[in-house]
């Protein structure tokens, strides 16, 4: 079941999202759940309450509250839902960065394009379910790559940190570069940025000059021998995270 949100303060629009929602979900034989809201206040609201969902389908001009402080407001509590902004506003495209859009869809909607970003938004929602497995004091455990924030390297441990607080110290003995090559041959969205930590793109909130910071507020060193490939990998992943080409 596959949790999504549709915003927009124009009954017609929501009505034609939610038609096509339902519409290819049943071509792929997937089963989705949508609520509605009418304004981005009610939604942020409900989501700081502890609503979750995969996607969110956001218009940008509403009353109340816009898509954009709404968008603000949710990613202060989850940063990986995937959001898709359906609005008739371009001139807004380049304000929709700072809250991590998956894609932008200019109405009136096209029906194949509308399609094909619906395909990417599941492909990615089924990145997140990969599991990292591994075995430590003979006891083995499984992880969502999606919760993993980041590996660190410390002397011939690699310990792993998550975006949820576990009372067990998640460690394993293996070399980062074998964590690092096993990872990149299923999923590409982690970045060594330093020799010590291999980084979930997904958990970066942004990038600077010499480190990168989380989303919990977290920053990590980039070493300067690896600035240049990180900025390419950061900028790589960010034109697929970011891909804003207009319907």
Do not use: W
């Not at 938004?121 to 006891?139: R, T």
């Not at 576990?166 to 394993?172: D, G, P």
């Not at 982690?190 to 990168?212: A, E, G, T, W």
């Amino acid at each position: 079941m596959v949790k999504i949100a549709i915003c927009d303060d124009i009954y017609d629009s929501i009505n034609i999202v939610e038609k096509k929602l339902y519409e290819l979900s049943q071509k792929i034989g997937l089963s989705i759940d949508t609520d509605v809201y009418h304004d981005g206040k009610e939604l942020a609201d409900f989501i700081c309450q502890g609503a979750r969902y995969e996607m969110i389908f956001l218009d940008i001009e509403m009353k109340n509250e816009n898509g954009l402080t709404a968008a603000f407001r949710i990613r202060e509590v989850d940063h990986t839902v995937l959001i898709i902004y359906v609005s008739s506003h371009e001139e807004y495209t380049k304000q929709t960065f700072e809250v991590d859009p998956f894609r932008f869809i200019k109405k009136p909607i096209d029906d194949q394009l509308f399609a094909k970003y619906f395909s990417d938004a599941i492909d990615k929602l089924k990145s997140f379910d990969e599991c990292y497995n591994y075995k430590y004091n003979n006891v083995y455990y499984r992880i969502r790559m999606s919760d993993i924030v980041y590996f660190k390297s410390i002397k011939r441990k690699v310990q792993i940190y998550t975006d949820y607080n576990s009372q067990e110290e998640l460690v394993l003995y293996k070399k980062l570069n074998l964590i690092e090559a096993e990872i990149g041959k299923r999923n590409s969205v982690f970045i060594r940025v330093h020799q010590s930590y291999l980084v979930n793109y997904n958990h970066i909130f942004k990038m600077s000059y010499d480190h990168v910071t989380l989303h919990n507020g977290e920053i990590l060193p980039i070493s300067e021998d690896r600035r240049k490939n990180v900025r390419k990998q950061y900028c790589l992943l960010g034109d697929d995270k970011h891909e804003l080409t207009l319907l």
